[in-house]
């Protein structure tokens, strides 16, 4: 298989467990997170991010939230168990997708491609839940933030990429 060229080229797993080509969101302007249930920025990063979607998603942003359970086991629970805290609890409106791992050899090839970036003194790994990727609408990553990054200072890079500045 030739190399991804970008976040397009990948199909992931839903909540659910079928298949989604991320080619579906084509043209969007992405912010990519690795999210937990019980860290302690969930409830911070969740209500933030619920508010930049419902901001933006209509003009072209989509959020992609990938549960992962490497850091402090803070997502242990099922999918169908973090579909249900989500919605019940946050009343998110983005798409939620299967618990993935983002670090080491067992690591989404999503989350590989997200990492090759020259990121600078991030380095590879993620470091913590709530790490988040910036994807402009070629699919390609253009920022990274660390996991204590509010998602709402992130809006005016969001705004750029919408082409609302």
Same mark, same amino acid.
């Given at each position: ?6 976040? #397009? ?8 467990? @079928? ?14 997170? @690795? ?7 969930? @409830? ?6 619920? %508010? ?6 209509? %003009? ?5 939230? #990938?549960?992962?359970? %490497? ?22 409106? #983005? ?34 839940? #709530? ?6 609408? @070629?699919? %390609? ?25």
């Amino acid at each position: 298989m030739e190399s991804p060229q970008s976040v #397009f080229d990948f199909s992931v797993k839903d909540a659910k467990g @079928n298949d989604v080509g991320l080619s579906i969101y084509r043209g969007k302007v992405l912010l990519i997170v @690795n999210v937990a249930s019980k860290c302690g920025m969930t @409830n911070s990063n969740y209500t933030e991010l619920n %508010q930049l979607y419902e901001k933006y998603r209509d %003009q072209g942003l989509e959020i992609l939230a #990938f549960p992962c359970n %490497q850091f402090g086991e803070e997502e242990p629970g099922s999918n169908d168990q973090i579909l249900d805290f989500v919605c019940t609890r946050f009343k998110s409106d #983005f798409p939620i997708f299967g618990k993935i791992e983002v670090n080491g050899d067992a690591a989404d090839p999503l989350y590989k491609f997200l990492k090759l970036g020259k990121w600078g003194i991030f380095g590879d790994d993620i470091q913590w839940n #709530f790490a988040k990727f910036l994807v402009d609408r @070629n699919g %390609q990553p253009v920022d990274r933030y660390y996991p204590t990054t509010s998602p709402l200072t992130v809006e005016r890079d969001i705004r750029k990429l919408l082409g609302l500045l």
